[in-house]
């Protein structure tokens, strides 16, 4: 997948999901995709048709849900912004955690790679910044 295919928000929270569901599950259904994202399990299914035809899952209905290597990849790019995101609004700005959580994901859609790496550049002189205050 290009630059210029990226993927829509909602997208991504897809494959997050499912890498998330992978692995705490081993597998992923889509019933339990729409419990894990909290909507409606019709809505489920032309997403992930959406998603198998963009090669980023496997997905046969009534079947498993898995990540193919391309969408895990992107997956696993997707889950590293959000902690990231999440733990710097946490732990440096002192935000609480559930408004974190929710910033963090907001968030991890809207920074292009070339941003997000200068943002982790960053957060990494603040954390080794000797004058830093807490």
């Given at each position: ?11 991504e929270?897809y ?8 692995t ?8 339990d995709?729409?419990?894990k ?20 899952i496997n997905?046969?209905?009534?079947g ?11 997956a696993?790019?997707?889950?590293r ?7 710097f ?28 790496k ?17």
């Open positions: 997948m290009t630059e210029k295919d990226q993927l829509s928000e909602s997208l929270d494959l997050e999901t499912i890498l998330e569901l992978q705490t599950k081993t597998v992923a259904r889509s019933k995709i729409a419990d994202m909290d909507i409606k399990r019709g809505s489920v299914t032309g997403m992930l048709k959406k998603l198998a035809d963009s090669q980023l997905y046969e209905p009534y498993y849900v898995t990540l193919t290597p391309e969408g895990k990849k992107i696993q790019e997707v889950e912004r959000h902690i990231f995101l999440k733990d609004f946490h732990r440096i700005l002192g935000v609480d955690e559930e408004t974190a959580e929710r910033t963090g994901c907001q968030m991890e859609h809207a920074m292009n790679k070339e941003t997000f200068k943002f982790r550049e960053f957060v990494a002189k603040v954390d080794t910044c000797p004058h830093r205050c807490q």
